[in-house]
């Protein structure tokens, strides 16, 4: 068990609609990071924050945002979803919003979104 | 483009003995390199890691070593047990990117009793 919390774990939806995928990092932990992983790609670094703030963006969509709340916890909304969209949602957080040695990232468990 | 490959998608070796995953990367930035294991339907486990400054990082079984006029790192795994079975990613980052993570495809690795 890393410590990361990610809900829910499986979800199946159609497609033109919207879901929140939601991450508690574990304890202490102030940066929270969001990848993908579709089925014919590697995992693919979505987003960062930070203590609330972002900072980091990767390959993020325009209909995905994400935002981190006061108690540390973040949530990723997918909008307009469309079959590509089906992957597993990994969330990530770190103590230190740099990687380095100490600075260890986990992962939590992800979440299935299946797009029918 | 891929910056970080793993350029075999499988790996099976017999238990006891030594198991080599290799990972080659193009982004001379990357200054910080991580191993992670991934069992099916749970998240990518943290291994080990190194640092650009370093040639070689140990931890138990777990071996890593870098070399950067060759832009290739290792993970040497010895003994093997059948528990090792898992998918291995190769991962690095740039102190420049902050903790964005890019990850290879990574390996099945099988370790046969």
């Known amino acids: 068990d890393s410590g990361v919390t990610q809900t829910p774990k499986h979800l199946i939806t159609a497609t033109g609609q919207r879901v929140t995928l939601r991450c508690s990092p574990r304890?202490?932990?102030?940066?929270v990071y969001w990848y993908q992983q579709s089925l014919d790609q590697g995992l693919q670094f979505l987003i960062q924050y930070y203590n609330g703030e972002e900072r980091a963006k990767g390959n993020i969509l325009e209909r995905f945002s994400a935002q981190q709340f006061p108690d540390l916890h973040s949530e990723l909304n997918l909008s307009s979803l469309e079959l590509g969209d089906s992957a597993l949602y990994f969330c990530?957080?770190?103590?230190?919003?740099?990687?380095?040695?100490?600075?260890?990232?986990?992962f939590g468990e992800g979440s299935w979104l299946t797009v029918v | 483009d891929q910056q970080v490959k793993q350029n075999s998608p499988s790996l099976s070796v017999q238990e006891g003995r030594i198991s080599i995953l290799n990972c080659d990367y193009t982004?001379?930035?990357?200054?910080?390199f991580l191993w992670y294991k991934k069992y099916p339907a749970e998240g990518p486990t943290f291994l080990i890691s190194i640092s650009s400054i370093k040639d070689k990082n140990e931890d138990g079984r777990f071996t890593v070593f870098l070399n950067k006029s060759a832009k290739h790192l290792s993970l040497h795994i010895v003994p093997s047990q059948p528990g090792d079975s898992a998918v291995y990613f190769c991962a690095a980052s740039a102190v420049t990117s902050g903790s964005r993570l890019t990850f290879g495809e990574g390996t099945q690795l099988t370790v046969n009793p």
């Open positions: 304890s202490g932990d102030l940066s």
């Open positions: 990530a957080s770190s103590v230190a919003p740099v990687a380095g040695t100490g600075n260890t990232i986990y």
């Open positions: 982004n001379s930035m990357f200054d910080y």
